[in-house]
T-cell receptor, first 116, second 121 residues
Framework: AQKVTQAQTEISVVEKEDVTLDCVYE???????LFWYKQPPSGELVFLIR??????QNEISGRYSWNFQKSTSSFNFTITASQVVDSAVYFC?????????????FGKGTMLLVSP | DAGVTQSPTHLIKTRGQQVTLRCSPI?????VSWYQQVLGQGPQFIFQ???????GRGNFPDRFSARQFPNYSSELNVNALLLGDSALYLC????????????????????FGEGSWLTVV
């Protein structure tokens, strides 16, 4: 069975602070994909990144960076110099295979509150 | 280009009623999946369709059904609504379902719509 754990339920920071959102996953698949999505109050899940299990290179995109460590089954997300607009719920997700098709297994999400 | 569009945005239904939710995927995308997100939880997989065929189904009762049309749009139907069906229903669109092709297998980005907020009273 697939499982994604986001241990941090809620994080509060002040603008310009750096913040790291943790994600730990469990899977028996040798090939899998990891995702991060941002969910503002409107409800839409906004795609942030997809990472292939065979690519452990860390990635940076502007103020966002991701640290994928297969040895610890973690895929952490860091926001540098946080801004109020970063306030949202962030979900880590894992793609799994079930008899020929794939689904996303989500963590429970981490609510990030960035205050001015 | 239009993203994933869902309708209606919000709706209120009474217990026992039936509801139909609609989704139009991104142009060129042939796969549509449906997820249910209850308050405070992550989305849970309900169905996946690809090329108009059901590819997979999550752990949901038979009251939930779906279909995909020739233009790849999709409908999710829920019969005999219960209070516990109150949730945000999200539609996801992708070019192809992620496959089990090994290291060289295809994988693609999954995009979500804004969802349909269903309240059952």
């Amino acid at each position: 069975a697939q499982k994604v754990t986001q241990a941090q339920t809620e994080i509060s920071v002040v603008e310009k602070e750096d913040v790291t959102l943790d994600c730990v996953y469990e899977t028996r698949d040798t090939t899998y994909y990891l995702f991060w999505y941002k969910q503002p109050p409107s409800g839409e899940l906004v795609f942030l990144i997809r990472r292939n299990s065979f690519d452990e290179q860390n990635e940076i995109s502007g103020r966002y960076s991701w640290n994928f460590q297969k040895s610890t089954s973690s895929f952490n997300f860091t926001i540098t110099a946080s801004q109020v607009v970063d306030s949202a719920v962030y979900f880590c997700a894992l793609s799994g295979r079930n008899s020929g098709y794939s689904t996303l297994t989500f963590g429970k999400g981490t609510m990030l509150l960035v205050s001015p | 280009d239009a993203g994933v569009t869902q309708s209606p945005t919000h709706l209120i239904k009474t217990r026992g009623q039936q509801v139909t939710l609609r989704c139009s995927p991104i142009s060129g995308h042939k796969s549509v999946s449906w997820y249910q997100q209850v308050l405070g939880q992550g989305p849970q997989f309900i169905f996946q369709y690809y090329e108009k065929e059901e590819r997979g189904r999550g752990n949901f009762p038979d009251r939930f059904s779906a279909r995909q049309f020739p233009n790849y749009s999709s409908e999710l139907n829920v019969n005999a609504l219960l209070l516990g069906d109150s949730a945000l229903y999200l539609c996801a669109s992708s070019a192809d379902p992620l496959t089990s092709g090994g290291p060289g297998g295809s994988g693609n980005t999954i995009y979500f719509g804004e969802g349909s907020w269903l309240t059952v009273v």
